[in-house]
């Protein structure tokens, strides 16, 4: 028989169905032959700012990864996220590691020696990547929100599908590390430790007005912001409203610029509605009534949604409700008691970040009850998937549902009024405003997901 290459052995693992196997606890190493870099899945970080140098970093310790590449459309963001991979390498005992840049992610997926890609760019920019990325027939891992738009979910759903790459999210609080407690509450809900589900309430932070007015500003040489903008609308360039150039550690500002992304609605209600979702069954789902009010910042640098109240209406009767009074964090609420789960409570040890109402709710599950798939890390399940050939821990056919929800909720906010979701058809019902927000059109046509599906031959 001939020896299987690294490649060979990765196309082989993708040329199957994407159904569900048996995720073993170890990959071992002889899986690829020797312990070698062009033995492992090689993997290029596209977007190198706060989250992408996260994502780098969680990545690169990975046994199965290999970095070979990183590329963003800031040059000093490129040289730092280059001199971060080969230090880590370096330090590990290679010499001569040598990590590559570009500038433009295309050139990136033209390579035919790298297998996958990590997507930590912009919201407004995370559809068109990835959909390009997965006709390349490149793995994605793409960062939360799994897009911008509602359409720009279904197109890489279907993108996905056709092409049968493997895509994890960035949902992280689906595995074990670092914040178990959202799996372990979940898990207590969906097997009814708290009997019938009544309510879900969600606290998502609050985004604050900024003590800086908007100022034109000329634009950096280190930055490519024609290609930065993308299919947002056309604007003059504000460091405030793009990512600081003195930092890397700082939040973006266009974290809250509605252009580039929709505030915390979709900021951190794609982690959490995401995990409401899963507990009570309707991650292929979705709410069936959405209702929402919300402030919006007006003559500021910020210009996403402040004060919110949502109020969603689920099957089962079950009421899911957004309030930034909230703590940030899920509590579940049913007949029987309830359940809390949060990241962290400040290091307040009479707050820990998982509680309920009886500690059986928390005690260890039967044998026959329904368990999440395992998964120590995000990163780190991503890559084990692309070798089972399996859906991974946060699959698009259900961040896009997350992104649906979350999405819904903002379009409300924006109309002002109830509106009615239809799961089937991914649509309002009876509801041309409504249904006119769920895509937007793209500032050029080199920028437009749906010239790239046509072009694809992707319905």
């Known amino acids: 028989m001939k020896p299987w290459s690294r490649r060979r052995f990765l196309k082989s693992a993708v040329g199957g169905s994407l159904g569900?196997?048996?995720?073993?606890?170890?990959?071992?190493?002889?899986?690829?032959?020797?312990?070698?870099?062009?033995?492992?899945?090689?993997?290029?970080?596209?977007?190198?700012g706060r989250m992408g140098r996260s994502d780098l970093g969680n990545t690169l310790s990975e046994p199965l990864a290999r970095i070979v590449a990183v590329c963003d459309l800031d040059a000093k963001r490129l040289a730092a996220a280059k001199q971060m991979a080969e230090e880590f390498y370096s330090e590990r005992g290679e010499t001569g590691a040598t990590v590559k840049t570009f500038h433009d992610y295309h050139d990136v997926l033209a390579s035919p020696e790298i297998d996958a890609v990590i997507i930590s760019v912009p919201d407004h920019s995370h559809a068109l990547v990835a959909i390009e990325a997965a006709i390349a027939g490149k793995h994605v891992y793409v960062q939360k929100p799994v897009t911008y738009s509602i359409a720009e979910a279904i197109a890489l759903r279907?993108?996905?599908?056709?092409?049968?790459?493997?895509?994890?999210?960035?949902?992280?609080?689906?595995?074990?590390?670092?914040?178990?407690?959202f799996r372990k509450a979940s898990e207590a809900v969906r097997n009814g430790r708290i009997g019938q589900l009544r309510t879900i309430k969600i606290g998502i932070g609050l985004d604050k007005a900024s003590e800086k007015k908007p100022a034109v500003m000329p634009v950096p040489e280190n930055l490519d912001y024609e290609r930065w903008l993308g299919a947002a609308p056309e604007q003059p360039y504000m460091e405030g409203r793009v990512h600081p150039q003195d930092s890397l550690e700082n939040r973006p500002g266009w974290i809250t610029t509605e252009d580039f992304g929709l505030g915390m609605i979709t900021n951190w209600g794609a982690h959490h509605v995401d995990i409401a979702q899963w507990a009570m069954a309707q991650e292929l789902g979705g709410p069936q009534t959405v209702e929402s009010q919300a402030k919006f910042y007006r003559d500021?640098?910020?210009?996403?949604?402040?004060?919110?109240?949502v109020e969603m209406s689920y099957p089962k009767n079950v009421k899911l409700i957004l309030d930034n009074k909230f703590p940030n964090g899920i509590r579940f609420e049913g007949d029987d008691g309830w359940v809390f789960c949060t990241r962290s409570e400040d290091g307040d040890e009479a707050l820990p970040p998982l509680r309920a109402s009886d500690k059986k709710i928390l005690s260890p599950l039967s044998a026959d009850a329904v368990r999440w798939q395992p998964s120590k890390s995000q990163h780190g399940n991503w890559l084990a998937s692309i070798v089972a050939n399996r859906q991974p821990i946060a699959p698009i056919q259900q961040s896009a549902r997350s992104l649906e929800a979350c999405a819904a909720a903002w379009i409300s906010m924006k109309l002002k009024r109830k509106l009615t979701w239809d799961v089937a058809t991914e649509a309002f019902v009876g509801d041309a405003a409504a249904n006119a927000l769920r895509s937007r059109k793209a500032r050029k046509p080199e920028y437009?997901?749906?010239?790239?599906?046509?072009?694809?031959g992707i319905a």
């Not at 500021?300 to 109240?309: F, K, N, S």
């Open 158 to 181: 279907k993108t996905v599908e056709a092409k049968k790459i493997i895509l994890q999210t960035g949902s992280q609080q689906r595995s074990e590390r670092p914040w178990g407690s």
């Open 300 to 309: 500021d640098l910020v210009t996403v949604h402040g004060a919110y109240h």
């Open 448 to 456: 437009d997901f749906e010239l790239v599906l046509k072009r694809a």
């Open 20 to 48: 569900i196997m048996a995720l073993p606890s170890i990959i071992p190493v002889r899986l690829f032959g020797a312990d070698a870099p062009s033995k492992k899945i090689q993997i290029a970080q596209i977007g190198c």
